[in-house]
């Protein structure tokens, strides 16, 4: 009895999974890559240093750069988030790492509608379907108001209970959560209700450049709604990767979504099954969140 009862407030342990390679495509190997998002079939990206900062429309299948706008040279380009437009143009919104202006762009043009100021630094954006995510290199996540990027709260972001900094580019899939961690091979999955890591994906059988230099980290991870896949790459990395993982039976879920039934089991790809609906703003397993 007293065995069952210890079992019973032992945390499960955070699961460790590999990510399955389902497809290997290019990627500019000059794109010094800072975000990464995937809409409507078409990949845009945020790159960064500089003097060479852009943000571009990229074809995701053949790497191929559709269209691509410069940031000032003073400027180092840093998080992208896209934003489906309701009733109005999509939006692209793009950080600067110390220069505290966010850049919006229309989605289709790449044409500047707007800016917004914020202080401190910027790293990686995702937007949830209702509000910003921004990291800071730090281990604290802050929310921010969609319509003038106001604060709204933050969250600090927790493995095992200890703080875990340094995380970089984000996305944000229905209520989950990824940042991937600057400098490793790490994608993380985060409960934004707690900022507690719910899983771990191991990215260090991606290859990057075959002669990396010490910034040529993995950074840039995006969810491909139509296939439920993830497409994971890093700055001057001469691939990207379409990838999906599976996640151990009985692996905590994040809070806000329900368990699968057990027939259904786990061992389906984790990015087919938290796939969300950003323009319908519906969760294929999670339920919506207040
Ligand atoms: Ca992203």
């Not at 850049?103 to 790449?110: E, F, G, K, P, W």
């Not at 991606?206 to 790459?233: C, K």
């Amino acid at each position: 009895m007293l065995a069952a009862i210890l079992l019973a407030t032992v945390p499960a342990p955070i699961p460790v999974v590999q990510p399955q390679v389902v497809s290997t495509r290019p990627h500019d190997p000059a794109a010094f890559t800072q975000g990464l998002e995937w809409a409507d079939g078409v990949l845009y990206e945020s790159t960064g240093l500089y003097g060479s900062s852009t943000v571009r429309r990229v074809d995701p299948h053949r790497g191929e750069v559709l269209d691509s706008a410069p940031l000032p040279a003073g400027e180092f380009g840093e998080g992208l988030a896209f934003v489906p437009g309701a009733g109005v143009a999509d939006r692209l919104v793009q950080l600067t790492w110390r220069e505290g202006v966010a850049h919006v762009y229309d989605a289709s043009s790449l044409a500047e509608v707007g800016t917004y100021a914020y202080d401190g630094e910027g790293w990686g954006l995702c937007f949830d379907g209702a509000r910003f995510v921004m990291s800071d290199g730090t281990a604290v996540l802050t929310f921010r108001d969609r319509s003038d990027f106001s604060v709204r709260g933050q969250i600090e972001v927790t493995l095992d209970g200890a703080p875990l900094g340094l995380l970089n580019e984000l996305e944000c899939v229905g209520t989950e959560l990824y940042a991937n961690v600057w400098g490793e091979r790490r994608v993380l999955r985060i409960d934004p209700a707690t900022g507690a890591v719910t899983a771990v994906i191991d990215a260090s059988g991606l290859s990057g450049p075959p002669n990396p230099a010490t910034d040529d980290v993995l950074n840039g991870i995006a969810h491909d709604e139509e296939a439920g896949t993830f497409l994971l790459t890093g700055k001057r990395w001469p691939s990207l990767y379409e990838v999906q993982w599976t996640v151990p039976d009985g692996a905590e879920a994040p809070a806000g979504c329900r368990q699968l039934p057990a027939a259904a089991g786990w061992l389906v790809a984790l990015g087919v099954l938290a796939g969300r609906s950003r323009r319908s703003g519906r969760s294929r397993h999670c339920s919506t969140k207040a």
